[in-house]
């Protein structure tokens, strides 16, 4: 099992759908988990965290299933702005600040 | 405002002459990464910092050093770079350990060696 697997995607959706992501881990150990988001050429940049029980920034939902090691990501009523690549992101073997990222879903956003 | 800058930003460069690429961060952040990005191979971490004069192997760093001799710089130097380290690195800083916090990229430097 790779240590963070993501469906790499192109997810194709018109403006105002409902699209989510999944991600499963390998490392039962991991303690953090991150959505990063990736705009074509640029830097990721932290789209939001991932905690226990859930959390929603906007139009965004996160949600963690530590038995199933399995995070998932909702975009509700997409936009166009929101067309990226997004990585699942999670904490790795180490200690010190080593992240293991998924190779991010692919998002295009149609008018 | 915080920053983290990375030079050059695009580079192209022949088989076996040394190169570095800089880093450098203004948020006093403790934690630095070097990271490559390859297509259908994500982002794979190279070397990492903990602090000054303290640096570890991450995933993939044959080929590549670091140092850190300052807290605001983290350069990676290739010594005698080969065709298969052309790829886009990033720099990375955060504030604490654990990987729990945010990391803050640099804007990236595309490297080709011919």
């Known amino acids: 099992r790779k240590e963070v697997e993501q469906d790499p995607g192109p997810f194709n959706v018109p403006e105002g759908a409902t699209v989510a992501f999944n991600c499963t881990y390998s490392?039962?150990?991991?303690?953090?988990f991150f959505w990063y988001r990736q705009d074509c050429r640029k830097e990721p940049k932290l789209l939001m965290s991932?905690?226990?029980s859930g959390n929603e920034d906007g139009r965004f939902t996160a949600q963690l299933n530590r038995a199933s090691q399995y995070i998932s990501l909702l975009i509700r009523d997409s936009k166009l702005s929101d067309s990226a690549t997004y990585l699942c992101?999670?904490?790795?073997?180490?200690?010190?600040?080593?992240?293991?990222f998924g190779k991010g879903t692919k998002l295009s956003v149609k008018p | 405002e915080a920053q983290v800058t990375q030079n050059p930003r695009y580079l192209i460069t022949v088989t076996g002459k040394k190169l570095t690429v800089t880093c450098s961060q203004n948020m006093n952040h403790e934690y630095m990464s070097w990271y490559r990005q390859d297509p259908g191979l994500g982002l794979r971490q190279i070397y990492y910092?903990?602090?000054?004069?303290?640096?570890d192997k991450g995933d993939v760093p044959e080929g590549y050093k670091v140092s850190r001799k300052e807290k605001r710089n983290f350069p990676l130097i290739l010594e005698s770079p080969s065709p298969n380290q052309t790829s886009l690195y990033f720099c990375?800083?955060?504030?604490?350990?654990?990987?729990?916090?945010?990391?803050?990229f640099g804007p990236g430097t595309r490297l080709t060696v011919l």
């Open positions: 990375a800083t955060h504030v604490g350990s654990g990987g729990t916090d945010t990391q803050y």
């Open positions: 992101v999670v904490n790795g073997r180490g200690s010190q600040g080593n992240l293991i």
């Open positions: 490392n039962s150990a991991s303690q953090s």
């Open positions: 910092s903990m602090n000054v004069e303290v640096t």
């Open positions: 991932v905690y226990s």
